[in-house]
C-alpha cells in the first residue's frame, strides 16, 4: 500500500485520526516509519496488507473476513456496517458488541432481554424442533415409522442448524485464520460425531446447550458493566442551543465555547459552563460521588454530564466536551478495558496449548483402547470414539476464558461507584500486592483550598506593597496556594510583567515595573541571596517575598484535614499497609497534619525529584509502593511508583496520563474499599481456576471409567462456566 493510500488509515486498514487509533493491538502507530508497526505480530486476526483493498469500509475495518465480537472498534466507527450479517448502528444495543463485552463510549442505552432476542429465538426454535423430532423417532408406532425416523433425522438436523449454524462458521473461519483448536471447533466435532454415530439427540443438545449458556454468559458479561454504562451515560447526544431567543436542537459535539444552551429540569448539562440566567439545583453524583444537589445561581460554574433537578438554566458553555472531566472519565472507562491482568495473560497462553492438547487426548482415547478389544471398528464405532467426543466437550476452556476477563471488569465496576477508575484489570491485580502507600499533603489529604492567615510584612514595609507584589507575583501561577494569595490581595496590573518563571518545587520569580520579583520557600530565598529576618514558626503554608534581593515579608495560609481522612489511614494500616506522607511543605505543617490523621512516617521540604528518590529506595527495599498525589509535581512520583494514583486529576493531563488510578471524586476515601475489591477480585479469580479444573477433571474421569453421556458433559460444563461467571460478578 502506497504512501497516498495510507491517509487517514494505516496499513493494516484502521483509522489513525486519534491517539486511540487500532486498540487491542500488540503495534503501535508512528513508531516504525514504514506504517507497518510490527504488524505480522498483530494479535486482531484481521487480514493486513493488499487483501484488505476490496474488503474495507471508509473507517479501514475488514466486515468479511474478522468478527468484530473478537474486538471492538466502535470508538471510532460512527456509521452503519454490518456485523456478521445484521446491519447497526454502536449505539449501545448491539449483541455482537455490548453482549459481547465491548462498550461504545457513545452508548447511553441499558441492555434489557429485547437485545437479545435473536439467540433466545434461534434456543426456542431449535428446542421446538427437536421436541418434534423425537416425538416422530419414538411417539410414532405404525406401518410409516421408517417415514417417521427419516422425518425425525431432517428435523434433528434443523435444530441443529438453527442453533449450531454460527459456531459452526466461526469454526470454519478460525480454521482459515489458523486458529483452529477453539471452543467452536471442540463443539463443533463433538456434536457433528455424536450424529454421524446416530447420537441425534444428543448432538442437538450439544449445541442447544451451548448456545443457552453463551446467551447466558452474554447475559452476566452485559449485567457486569451496568456500572461502567452508569458512567458512559454522562456523554449528552443533543441539546437544546440558543440563537436570537430561537432554541435549536443540536448535536452536543457541535457545541463551541460561548455557546448559550438551555438546560430543563431533568436534563443532563451538555457541557461545563457558566450559568447565565436562573437559579436551580445541580446533582453532580455521576461527577463527584456526592449526593446532595448543589445550589447555582448567576455566576456559578457547572461541569458537563451533571443533571439540572430545579429550575429551567441559561448556560455559557465554556469547554467542548471533548475538553471536559466527564469526556476524561470516558476515555479512562474506555482504557480500562484494554489491558489485561496477568491472570488473563496466563489463561490465554494456557488455552493456547491446552486446547490442541485435549485434541490430541481425545484421539487417543478413540484409537488407542480399541487395539485391546476383538473388534477394533466394534470398539471404536460402539463406545470410545463417543467417549472421545465427551472429552473434547467436557475439556472447553470457555469458563476459565471468559470468567476471568469478566471478574476482574466487575472488580473496575466495582470501583468506579466509589469514584475510583482504575486503568485496567492488570492495575487492579497490582494493587492487591501493594505494601506501602505514600500520599502527598496538600490536596491530597488536606483540601487543597488554602485561606490566608496572616500577613507579616517586614520591618520599613507597608502591607499594601507586599500584597501588590505578592498580587503580582502569582499572577501566572495556578497552584492553590498562589490562587488563594490572588484572591485576597486583589487583581493586579498584569501587562508589566516580564521574565516570568518557576523554580520547580520552590516558588516563582518575575519582572515588574522595573523590579525582580521573588515569591516562594526559605530555599529560593537563599539560593537569590534573601536574608530572611522574621520566620514563621506556626502551623500552616507560607510563602516569602523579596524586592531586587531584601526581604518584602510573608504571607502565611492555613489548609484544613479533609473529611475522613483519618479514617482512610486507620483502614490502610487495618489493611497491613505502609502508610507513609510525602510533601514539599515545611516541617511544622507537615508533623501538624501527620500528627491529625494519624500518620507516623512522613517527610517534608520535598522537592519533586525529592518525592521520586524516596518512591525508588521503597522500591530497593522491597516495597510494592503506590504514591497518592493530586499535581503537576507530583506526576515523576506517580509515574516510578508500582502504582500511581492521581486524586481529582482529570483537569491535569500530566498527573492524568502518569497515573495507573484515577480518583474521579477529589477524595482518597475510595482506596481502602478499592484494596478490598482487588484482594476479592484475585480471590474469585483464583476460586474459578481451581472450580473449573476440579470439576472438568473428575467429569472426564467419569467418562472414561463409566459409559459416556454427552448430554451430562454438556450440562456439567455449562454449569461450570455459568457457576464462576455468577462468582465473578456477585456484589
Partial sequence: MENEELKGKCSCGHCRDNEDHCREHEHEHGKINDNKHGQENCSCHVGHGAEMKDKTCHCGHNHDDHVHGDHCHDAHCDHDHCHEDHAHSHDGGCECCAAKGHVDVNATKKLSIADFKVPIIKISVSFLLAIVAAI?????????????????????????????????????RGVFKGDIFNENMLMTVASIGAMALGEYIEGVAVMLLYCVGETLQDAAIAKSKGDIVKLLGLKVDSCLRLNDGNAEEIDSANLQVGDLVLVRKGEKIPSDGVV???????????????????????????????????????????????????????????????????????????????TPAVFALAVIVALIPPIFYDSYVDALTGIWLKKALVFLV???????????????????????????????????????????????????????????????????????????????????????IALSIKEYAGSSDVTGITDYCEYSGKGVGCNYCGVRLLAGNLKLMAENGVKVSRVHEGYGSVVYFAEDGKELGYIALSDSVREGAKEVVSALKAQGKRVIMLTGDVETSAKHVAEEVGIDEYYAALLPQNKFEKVEKLKNEGEKVM???????????????????????????ASVEASDVVLSTGSVAGLPYAFGVAKETKKRVAENVWLSLVAKA??????????????????????????????????
Avoid at 291 to 298: E, F, G, K, Q, R
Avoid at 418 to 447: F, H, P, S
Avoid at 703 to 729: E, F, Q, R
Wanted: aromatic share 6%; net charge neutral; charged share 20%.
Fill in 136 to 172: 416422530c423417532q419414538f411417539g410414532v408406532k405404525s406401518d410409516s415409522s421408517k417415514g417417521a425416523e427419516i422425518a425425525a433425522i431432517v428435523l434433528y438436523c434443523a435444530a441443529y442448524i438453527v442453533v449450531g449454524a454460527e459456531y459452526m462458521l466461526q469454526a470454519v
Fill in 276 to 354: 447565565e440566567e436562573g437559579e436551580s439545583a445541580i446533582d453532580c453524583s455521576s461527577m463527584t460521588g456526592e449526593s446532595m444537589p448543589v445550589a447555582v445561581t448567576v455566576g456559578s460554574e457547572v461541569t458537563g454530564g451533571t443533571v439540572n433537578t430545579g429550575n429551567t438554566l441559561k448556560i455559557r458553555i465554556s469547554k467542548r466536551f471533548k475538553d471536559t472531566q466527564a469526556s476524561k472519565i470516558l476515555k479512562l472507562v474506555e482504557e480500562a478495558q484494554e489491558s489485561k491482568p496477568r491472570a488473563q495473560k496466563l489463561i490465554s497462553k494456557f488455552a493456547a496449548i491446552y
Fill in 394 to 480: 467436557v475439556s472447553c476452556p470457555c469458563a476459565l476464558v471468559i470468567s476471568i476477563p469478566l471478574a476482574f471488569f466487575a472488580g473496575i465496576g466495582r470501583c468506579s461507584k466509589v469514584g475510583v477508575l482504575v486503568k485496567g484489570g492488570n492495575y487492579l491485580e497490582e494493587m492487591r500486592g501493594i505494601t506501602a502507600v505514600c500520599m502527598d499533603k496538600t490536596g491530597t489529604l488536606t483540601k487543597g483550598s488554602f485561606e490566608v492567615s496572616e500577613v507579616r510584612p517586614s520591618q520599613g514595609i507597608s502591607e499594601e506593597k507586599l500584597l501588590k507584589a505578592a498580587g503580582a507575583c502569582e499572577s501566572m501561577s495556578t497552584h492553590p
Fill in 627 to 653: 504514591f497518592v498525589g493530586d499535581g503537576l509535581n507530583d506526576a515523576p512520583a506517580i509515574k516510578t511508583a508500582n502504582l500511581g494514583v492521581c486524586v481529582g486529576g482529570l483537569g491535569n493531563d
Fill in 698 to 731: 473428575a467429569i472426564m474421569i467419569v467418562s472414561l471409567a463409566w459409559v459416556p453421556m454427552m448430554w451430562l458433559a454438556v450440562v456439567a460444563d455449562v454449569g461450570v462456566c455459568i457457576i464462576a461467571i455468577i462468582n465473578s460478578v456477585r456484589r
